[in-house]
């Protein structure tokens, strides 16, 4: 497939690296332009360009940067994209320590993927949120493994949830559906399943444990 990736941190940056190795056609941007991303596409393969060009043709596109600067992204961010492209977002918000208060999360009650949503003006599947990055590189398994990890992911659109199945069993890891972006609150950080890197039954386990209550040290 043709894959977008806008932000080139850990989950970015090691995104890009398996899909690129599993021979997708992987463009990558970041908010400091496509020269300092030379080394990540040297290294991979992946073609760096302006944030406005990520989304041309792609098929699937993840956003993975700080949830305070989702509104930064500049209008038409997916203009170009393929018919049907789905978008997938691994934010997670943290009020003290990076994003500030956001209004729509603490007094409307917004999920973190929901309030994401409303700004990208895009369906989402929220997925790899809760995930080690260096686990993207280490972690895979082949498809029945004892030892294969199960990454939840949460979304209104099933078709695009389907697509994002397939890619998270692509790069080796099973999913458990977590619900609509309503119900995502349970893998959001602070959960139970934040972090835990386990089977099927574990992580089904621990989102059914969450609490809807965000823990103070997630609240602005």
Known sequence: MKIGIIGAGHIGGNLT????????????????????????????????????????????????????????????????????????ETGNYYPQQRDGRIAGIEDEGLTESRWTERRLGRPVVKAFNGTYAQHILDKPRPAGAPDRIALPIAGDDEGAKKTVRSLLDELGFDVVDAGGLDESWRQQPGTPVYGLAAGTAEVTAALAAASPERPAEFRG
């Open 17 to 88: 690296r398996r899909l690129t190795a599993l021979g997708h056609d992987v463009s990558v941007a970041n908010s400091r332009g496509p020269e300092t991303l030379s080394a990540l596409a040297g290294e991979t393969g992946a073609t760096a360009v302006p944030v406005s060009e990520v989304a041309r043709g792609a098929e699937v596109i993840v956003v993975t940067i700080p949830l305070k600067n989702v509104p930064d992204l500049p209008a038409g961010v997916f203009d170009g994209a393929a018919e049907g492209f789905t978008v997938i």
